[in-house]
């Protein structure tokens, strides 16, 4: 039915752009790199928002709003943030239109030039860290713990729907504390949150890293993160997490009154994820049939679906389903029961398959005389005739069955596709397979630029779990203490 | 305590301003006219947003996400809305920064200037009406219900924080339908869904009416409105609802084909609240010792604090103390119990009064010795000895009993400041007074515009309820059919 989706073993990343477009999760708009995302996404995102917001309130944050425009000096307060930061990015320079002379379209006002342009933000460190130092005087104001969900944009020149878009949601979360020790603690909490979140709820399984000091965030002095694999062979950076050090606190000199009454200089962690792990999702889970979802987020668990030939059938199929359906809901699942009469039941399935849907319930009169419907899981399609008797206990028991099952079979994917190696030419063959590759390194950023340069992979990154292993790189023949994952990537 | 706010009495809009900062519900920021919302006024928005966001579901609406930016000549195509929309906005002309010639700085890149200047959204009907023209063919694609949370930019010059300010939080609903029946309805309903949330969960009393032509939407053919009454006498626009008729279907030419196969331009409403409403909520309520929060709003309900001497005290008050949260946490309210030990009672007394926690509880030995509490609830300043025995009953029906009451009070102040004249003199009187002054108008926008320069009020609303009542005009002597509601506003 769905071969209106190019197979992804034949475009991988036209299967994808397929799916997006689809399955009615975004599109592309007039203004370029934006996307418009659409109720069915943005319905998927409601659901990511507000399981990682309770997530961020039961480790003690609280959100908050910051300006969506940072003016221009801003960004030369801190030396390495400017090189990251103030370059692709979208500038205010006017505050006001006027009719053209003709009278038939508005042009800029000259005469309504800003004296200091500004940026819409990339990020929001340098406005924040402008606004903390108000906030904190004393020992007693820290630690701050404070989180943004907001939209940013970045100017980017090739984009991707949910992956890479000039504007884009997200939630920054941007802490200051008293202590060094307590601001690491707080990075690397976060990223655990983070973790917690995409395989226990996305289903995505992760590697918990540090980044090399190449691949850090503009400003940070270490950068965690967490790398997921996509079904390609190539990564995706799910999320990351910063220990700023104090380099934005001395920037805006934000300093506090210590228990002792001296001055110090504040800590400082910021963290973040975005509508990008809208991007991993997909591409993590679905198929050649459309999106595959897990329970803990697919907007719709259950759609039901009556199958009949006479109005006599249907009356009592619809009795049978809406009784499922309230049997579902008091469970707390979200069931659709779709009985519109314009689409077949085949054209019905097809499109919840397209769209994910975990469950689909098909019911028709043999069904009815017999107290069974037909279950169909989205994630193995397969199909079983299960009693109406006991359906509810039986669905839920399902639900928890497909978010373990999608996850591991993407945690099975992923061994799969990880390699050891300590031979650069066997590195590339299997870069070329797909898939993370754990392989030594002298810890030079020269060698990690030739290696991108030449296999176009990256240093995803370090892994917090892995072993020291005394080692020689493969390039230059140095010594490596331990393994590093490279792959190409998102 | 509380005598760091400044008196109603001695300056209304001193007392405002102090009473933003000084609750840390939002300040200003390095960016002219755009606040900052700190995590105290976020989380009573936030409620708001949770409970307006069920209230559009419950009414059939989903969320989606549109641009930021606004390509320039798409305000061009509604005649009305460039006129009152492409004015005072901000204007993106570049899209990269790069190092000054000293290397001390970044400067905007004369390189990367945009072909069309983008706009950042003062509104979404262009840019949305744009993306609709894609998602509607036929009568079956019909209504589309979407709603957006989303930040917006209007460049005032003269901003007050949350009433006005250059970037604002808020929802804009924008629908398509297929008759213009339907399209009014929708206008109509949304009205009475902003009406139901105003009185019922901010407990402020709202005038539902129509706005004269002349204060209508830009674009639309009809806007309703609701309209609340502050303290000071003046009125403040809480919400509204246009009726756009076909004007941006034609405008970016979205049309589809009716069940019988024939051509037809669709039908539009679009509505909106925004973070005004917190403006509103402090201007209707509040008093000189700080914030009146209605409980279902607040992001504290009950605040618990230990009176002490002796640390043997303190146990036996902490135990029953947390007996109590533990009560009113099971009932679902939210419980502070701030036991913290470097500030005295009175002073959280104060603190708590400033911000609005509708209860507070103290208790000390000897409440611990005679079982009791004793029990403030901010809205009348009155204390009460309770039992601890059903205490959790006994907050229950307070906080019903606080929600009714600070809306009965709102009410109250607002008939006592309604007032009619059919006379010019007293009709500027009674303006001086402060208040709505429910008078005859002839219809034209010509009076209303004399009216509004000499006495500097407009006429809020025509409301929706009042009767039919033959009269003449205060100014111009022409017949007049029914009186409106004039007030001078925010």
Redesign the interface.
Known sequence: MADFLTKQSQDYSQWYNDLVIKAGLA?N???RG??????YG??I??KVQAQLDKMFKETGH???????????????REAEH?KGF?????????????NSEDG???V?DPEAKLEE????RPTSET?IW??YK?WIQSW?DLPIL?NQW??V?R?EMRTRLFLRTA?F?WQEGHTAHATKEEALEEAQKMLGVYADFVENYMAIPVLKGVKTPTERFAGALETYCIEALMQDGKALQAGTSHFLGQNFAKAFDVKFLNKEGKQETVWATSWGVSTRLMGALIMTHSDDNGLVLPPKLAPIHVVIIPIFKKQEEYENVCQKAEQIASQLRAKGYTVKFDNSD?QKPGWKFAQYELQGVPVRLAIGPRDVQNNTVEVFRRDTMEKTSVSIDGIDNYIADLMDKIQANIFQKALKFRSEHSYKTDNYEEFKQLLDKGGFVYAPWDGTAETEARIKEETKATIRCIPLDQPDEPGVDMLTGKPSTKRVVFARAY
Chains 1, 2 share one sequence.
């Open positions: 599109e708009s007039a203004v934006c996307m418009v995302i659409k109720p943005y319905s995102w409601e609280q959100n908050a709003y910051f300006p969506l425009f940072i003016p221009k000096s801003f960004f030369s400017v103030a370059k692709e990015c979208a500038v205010v320079t006017h505050y006001r239109l006027k038939n379209a508005v800029v342009e500004l940026i819409v406005i402008n606004t108000n007693r404070v907001a939209n944009v100017w504007e949601l314009n």
